[in-house]
């Protein structure tokens, strides 16, 4: 086997155990508990995103501004 080659399973295999990493921290946020009403403001948190993201703590307006995105809500 060449040094390319190793290099390339190499790198083959960090993406791997990178994405693999990703998708179970994704799963482990999903399985968290949510709750009904905003952490931050109070108010409740939809049911649209209750049901997509059941571990939300926080309305789509402040998890933008918790994630520095402001309040575009995207």
Same mark, same amino acid.
Request: charged share 30%; hydrophobic share 40%.
């Given at each position: 086997?060449?040094? @390319? ?8 295999? $960090? !993406?791997?155990?990178?994405? @693999?990493?990703?998708? #179970?921290? !994704?799963?482990?946020?999903? #399985?968290? !508990?949510? $709750?009904? @009403?905003?952490? @931050? ?8 995103? *209750? $049901?997509?993201?059941? +571990? ?12 520095? *995105?402001? +309040? *575009?809500?995207?």
């Amino acid at each position: 086997m060449s040094t @390319d080659e190793r290099h390339i399973e190499a790198a083959e295999a $960090a !993406v791997a155990m990178m994405r @693999d990493r990703a998708i #179970a921290k !994704v799963q482990a946020s999903i #399985a968290g !508990v949510g $709750a009904e @009403d905003c952490i @931050d403001c109070g108010e409740e948190i939809e049911p649209a995103r *209750r $049901a997509a993201l059941p +571990s939300a703590k926080r309305c789509v307006s402040c998890q933008g501004k918790f994630e520095g *995105r402001g +309040s *575009r809500g995207y």
